[in-house]
């Protein structure tokens, strides 16, 4: 290998550190789900947003599942399914977000039709993905018990008489 040129390491090391959060990051995902390589293009931009779309698609219904499953079989376990699939979620999210982020400038995203541009807008918009690892957990788990709650609470307009929160019962 050759020697690099002045400045060169110290700019690749740059890189490093400003990649490492995200490389950090997509260890938890599945590697189908890491966002790959884009350049700052409308060419790039419309690929990232095919990309984004046909992996999200896997993403949100394997979360979206978790949920259903959860809703329709209140159990610890299955608390714990969705709350894994909703951080999965989130991480997906916040990677494909941060690529955007990084990636991006606004006089590309401007030249985008308008629906792609607000395609990409969105996506850069991380919602709970926002919030530190520790926070997120229990954002989810919050849900999760407010899910239940809702799910197995009664109302009791009258004495001894109950009505359950839950539709069909």
């Known amino acids: 290998m050759g020697a690099m040129a002045p400045g060169t390491h110290s700019l690749v090391r740059m890189a490093l550190l400003l990649l490492l959060p995200a490389l950090m990051l997509c260890e938890a995902l599945p590697a189908i789900w890491v966002p790959g390589d884009y ?48 951080l999965e979620e989130q991480a997906f999210v916040e990677a494909w977000g941060g690529v955007a982020k990084q990636v991006f400038s606004k006089d590309v995203l401007d030249s985008l039709p308008a629906k792609d541009k607000k395609l990409v807008n969105k996506i850069m918009s991380l919602g709970a993905a926002n919030l530190p690892q520790a926070e997120r957990e229990e954002y989810n788990t919050i849900l999760s018990t407010m899910d239940s709650i809702y799910s197995t609470a009664k109302v009791f307009p009258q004495p001894n008489i109950s009505w359950s929160l839950e539709p069909g019962e």
Do not use: G
């Open 39 to 86: 350049a700052n293009n409308i060419s790039d931009a419309l690929r990232f947003l095919s990309d984004y779309n046909s992996t999200a698609e896997e993403v949100f219904f394997n979360s979206v599942s978790a949920s259903w499953n959860y809703n329709t079989n209140l159990t610890e376990h299955n608390s714990k399914l969705q709350v894994a699939a909703s």
